[in-house]
Each structure stands twice: as structure tokens, then as C-alpha cells.
């Protein structure tokens, strides 16, 4: 049966990928990467070359989470799902399409799965999780994300800083992803909720560029980068107390 | 300098160790896991055998995250920190202690970590990220976890049903670990919020024993194992239309 895997390779560093990541790369007769222009090495395609020593093929996407479903992005998932079953009409048997992070946590292989499966049922949607941002910058920064009986929410700035004020508002661990360009507003939104101490953000992680620090109020214009983790942890105290 | 490294392995599937965690289990001069007996081999042991032919030395913790911090449980994390100081005393550079899941996600390292940490402040602690229970469970159930500006919310059955139902109300997917002892509450709870249509169920994932299924009313006195994994994912449109 012809089989579409969405491969989760973790948020940079190719040592995070798993053992089934590098097996199924290895083994699959095409591997496809996201990239925002065919003529830039993305960053999941670079990850998949150190780690497995493969190259993927490039598809093009919208991936700047602006605009909701613009023509422009949902031509770039169409025309994506075509590259994919134009690699089954070859003959391929198993297409791999890598994804940064996890490809059920806020990932474009949804899209593009749910496009592949509406032209042609017949092709099997596989995924294979990988290590998320959160989860790295928790090991890097030494914070532990949820402890006891603590809950833990991700929420994209993009959901607007209503819906981060009010997670804030709560008593678990907060992180918010995607928010370089509102890292002003986040930090305020931190501050107001009296819980910027103990915060976290982390960028880039992985790659050359990255950067992990505390959060501070950005000097005027100043943005993070697109790949811009916060973690807000609770306050905690003894050891086990949130047992 | 004398390390403790807290090693995340994943829910089951010894492919889902990362290349990381196999690397330095292998390069480790101790690796210890959790049980809760002695004489049991735990499935943390029987992951990191399966994965890398590691034989693990066992470390005695109350892991039934029941009664907060009682005295047998601070006792064994006392003497599991002495067992770690032990082997850097003989010697040891570099010492394992592998979690499932993730050592930052509701893990038993963070307590041990901190009593290491308050005997010894010379040793160096780290932790690598692991693949976790929802991320597994959400590739094995075609579940996506998170898409566009939808929160993801994990919540611990031990924090109370109210939490849970608090969480419920929202319009994010819903994560509940721990709820084999309060499954009929918590099938109520996802029936009286509308949401009972797309949950998903998944207990000892990674084991001959799994099961992955949609939720369901437990006749009387019924129980899912301690490892239960419950995902509920909120209504979802057309392609996008989180975005």
C-alpha cells in the first residue's frame, strides 16, 4: 500500500531525531521537506542531511502563519499533494515528509495530509512524533515543564494575548510559541501576571543563531525570531509539594 | 566534572528513543531506572535493554502518585540520591537515570535531581528530552494535537475533576494523563462537555498489552491501567480553518 509518513526530526539539534525518524528516512523511497523558496535549504531539510545524510526534496509552502488560508497558501498545499502522489505514480512505494518539531503539534503535514487523502483516499497517513521546541528549551534552560498535579498549556501568540492572559491567569506552566513578533506585548502580558521571574525563552534552538535567556522587554522594534519559544513556569515550592 | 543526566525514553516503543538518549546511555558509566520494587523490571529498563543493550541498576521510588509527599516516598528519594552519590564516589563520571516520557513532562527525575542537587552542589544535572505519551498515542490514533491557534492543554486526572472540566470548557484540545482510576468520572465529564465524539483512548502504549480506542463508560468498577493516555481534540472545520 502506498504510505505518506509525516516525520517528526525535532526543533534543530539532528541528534533529537529518534530511532524510527532515521530508519523510516533511510528507508523511504522519497523524502520531501517544506521550504518557503525552492532556492533555500530549510531548516528541517538541513537537519535530515546531518542526521540521516539524506536530501530531501523541496515543496514550497505559506508557513508565516499570517492571513488565515490565503489563495496563495492553500494553491501551495494543492500543488504540494500533487508532488506527493506524482512520486506514487513513479513508483514509489513510502514518501516521507519531515517536520520541525512534531508533526501533530502545530504542523503544515496536516494540511498536506488532508490534501493527499482528499485526492486519493487510497493512500495510507502515517505520522511519527518528534521532540518539540518546548521540550528542548525545558532541557537546555533546566526547567521543568509540568510537575505533580500541575496542568501545562501551549498556546500560539498568534491566538491572540486575550487567550494568552487568561492560560496566565491559571496556576500551570505557560508556553507560548510563535511570538517574535509580539514579544512586547508577551513580556508585558508576563509582567502583569507576575510571573516573568521564572520565564524562559529560547530561539533558534538548535541552529548557530540560537539564543536562550530570560525574558526581557524588547528595546523599540526589536522582534525575536519565527522560532521563538516562552516558557512561563509557576511558582513552585518544596521539593514534591505540587504532589 | 561529575554529571547526572536524566534521559527521557519514550512511552513504550524503544524506536522512539532519540539518538541522544541512545548515545548517552551507551556512553554512561551507571544508568539507573526507576521501579517500584526491586525485583520487577520496570518498563523503563526494559526499554533502554531493548534500544541499547543496556542493563539498567534499579532505584526504588513510590510511583503511584497517590498522598503527596509521604515519608516513604521522601525515604526513597533520599536513598535513591545516596545510591547516584555512591557511584560518582566509586568512580563514576557520568550517570543515567532514564524516565519515560520526557525527564521535564510529570517525571520522577525532578525530585531526584533536586535531592542530588541539595547534597551535592558540585554535580552537574541535564536532562534530554523524550518522545511523551500524548505525541505517541496522537501518531498511533491519526489525532492531531494541535493546529494553527488552538491551544493544547495536558491536565493530570489528580488534579481534580473540576480542573478537568475547567479545561474541557475551552475550545483547545485536551490532554488527561493518569486517569485509570477515575475513568467513569472522566468519560462524564468529556460526555457532559460534547466532546466525547472525538477522544481517544490509549493505555499501555508501546506494550503487547495496548489498547487504543475511543472513550467509553467503564462498566462498574472497571479501571484502565495506570498508564492511560486520554486525548480530546476540539471540533475542527474545513483544511485551515484553525489558522
Redesign the interface.
Known amino acids: 500500500m502506498n504510505t505518506l509518513i509525516g516525520i517528526g526530526v525535532?526543533p534543530g539539534?539532528?541528534?533529537?531525531?529518534?530511532?524510527?525518524a532515521?530508519?523510516l528516512l533511510r528507508e523511504a523511497d522519497v523524502v520531501f521537506a517544506p521550504t518557503t523558496s525552492l532556492d533555500r535549504e530549510s531548516r528541517a531539510e538541513q537537519i535530515v542531511h546531518a542526521?540521516a545524510g539524506i536530501r530531501a526534496r523541496r515543496l514550497v509552502f505559506a508557513l508565516d502563519?499570517q492571513g488565515?488560508?490565503t489563495a496563495e497558501?492553500?494553491a501551495a498545499?494543492d500543488e504540494a499533494a500533487h508532488a506527493v502522489l506524482g512520486t506514487f505514480e513513479s513508483g514509489a512505494r513510502t514518501v516521507g515528509f519531515v517536520t520541525l518539531g512534531?508533526?501533530?503539534?502545530?504542523s503544515t503535514f496536516?494540511?498536506l495530509a488532508?490534501?493527499v487523502a482528499a485526492l486519493d483516499a487510497g493512500i495510507r497517513?502515517?505520522?511519527?512524533?518528534?521532540?518539540?521546541a518546548m521540550?528542548?528549551l525545558?532541557?537546555r534552560a533546566?526547567?521543568?515543564?509540568?510537575?505533580?498535579?500541575?496542568?501545562?498549556?501551549?498556546?500560539?501568540a498568534?491566538?491572540?494575548l486575550d487567550?494568552v492572559r487568561n492560560?496566565l491567569a491559571g496556576h500551570?506552566t505557560v508556553v507560548v510559541y510563535k511570538g517574535g513578533r509580539f514579544l512586547g506585548e508577551l513580556t508585558a502580558a508576563v509582567e502583569e501576571a507576575g510571573r516573568a521571574d521564572a520565564a524562559v525563552l529560547g530561539t533558534d534552538l538548535g541552529l548557530a543563531s540560537e539564543n536562550i535567556g530570560v525574558l526581557r522587554k524588547p528595546t523599540d522594534g526589536d522582534r525575536a525570531p519565527y522560532f521563538t519559544t516562552l516558557i512561563v513556569p509557576p511558582t513552585r515550592g518544596g521539593?514534591?509539594?505540587k504532589?
Open positions: 525535532g539539534d539532528p541528534e533529537l531525531l529518534t530511532l524510527k532515521a530508519r542526521a502563519d488565515g488560508v497558501r492553500a498545499w512534531d508533526p501533530n503539534v502545530y496536516g494540511y488532508q490534501t497517513i502515517e505520522t511519527v512524533p518528534g521532540i518539540t521540550q528542548d525545558a532541557a533546566d526547567v521543568r515543564l509540568a510537575e505533580g498535579r500541575e496542568p501545562l498549556t501551549l498556546v500560539p498568534t491566538a491572540g487567550e492560560v500551570g521539593r514534591g509539594e504532589l
